[in-house]
T-cell receptor, first 110, second 114 residues
Framework: GENVEQHPSTLSVQEGDSAVIKCTYS??????FPWYKQELGKGPQLIID?????GEKKDQRIAVTLNKTAKHFSLHITETQPEDSAVYFC?????????FGTGTRLKVLA | NAGVMQNPRHLVRRRGQEARLRCSPM?????VYWYRQLPEEGLKFMVY????????ESGMPKERFSAEFPKEGPSILRIQQVVRGDSAAYFC????????????FGPGTRLLVL
């Protein structure tokens, strides 16, 4: 069945450093890849997304890259800040169904 | 434009009782998804609905769970005869019509079964 693998499960970085989270999907029909940030006790919040006809997208300190051939996509956060600390989820969407990764707990150390 | 709304935010039930979780999608959104999240885990798809139609319920347990999205009013996730293993956060997400649109999440309902 469809599956999305996400790594690492936890990530600690010093404030100001970069953080990279990677996901691999199995369904070749997937065409939309959002990333969500979830803070404690809250619902997931969309932070960036990318569609299958694009290889890279950037929004200020956040960027996402997509390699359709390898079925990989990654989230890059530069100049990390303490408020970036949260759990991050990747997802892959086919026709209508979203499959989520297992999450990465990012801790930014001040 | 208000976001996705869910209520109640917290729900406590005793084993054997019924739990009703409500989700009001964003204005203009006709697609609703329900997910379950256990502590320290990811989001598990449960069901996808459009107005008055269940499109995919492949993630729903076969018994005790049901969902609806009526023509008027919120989407309802109903859990009958709750058991302790039903304790989790239940999130609703909505998206506008179309197959490529982004979904937006509500704040979730945290269900605790005693």
């Amino acid at each position: 069945g469809e599956n999305v693998e996400q790594h690492p499960s936890t990530l600690s970085v010093q404030e100001g450093d970069s953080a990279v989270i990677k996901c691999t999907y199995s369904d070749s029909a997937s065409n939309y890849f959002p990333w969500y940030k979830q803070e404690l006790g809250k619902g997931p919040q969309l932070i960036i997304d990318i569609r299958s006809n694009v290889g890279e997208k950037k929004d200020q300190r956040i960027a996402v890259t997509l390699n359709k051939t390898a079925k990989h996509f990654s989230l890059h956060i530069t100049e990390t800040q303490p408020e970036d600390s949260a759990v991050y989820f990747c997802a892959a969407k086919g026709t209508y169904k979203y499959i989520f990764g297992t999450g990465t707990r990012l801790k930014v150390l001040a | 434009n208000a976001g996705v709304m869910q209520n109640p935010r917290h729900l406590v039930r005793r084993r054997g009782q019924e739990a009703r979780l409500r989700c009001s999608p964003m204005k203009g959104h006709s697609h609703v998804y329900w997910y379950r999240q256990l502590p320290e885990e990811g989001l598990k798809f449960m069901v996808y609905l459009q107005k008055e139609n269940i499109i995919d319920e492949s993630g729903m347990p076969k018994e005790r769970f049901s969902a609806e999205f009526p023509k008027e009013g919120p989407s309802i996730l109903r859990i009958q005869q709750v058991v302790r293993g039903d304790s989790a956060a239940y999130f609703c997400a909505s998206s506008p019509p179309g197959t490529g649109e982004t979904q937006y999440f509500g704040p979730g309902t945290r269900l605790l079964v005693l």
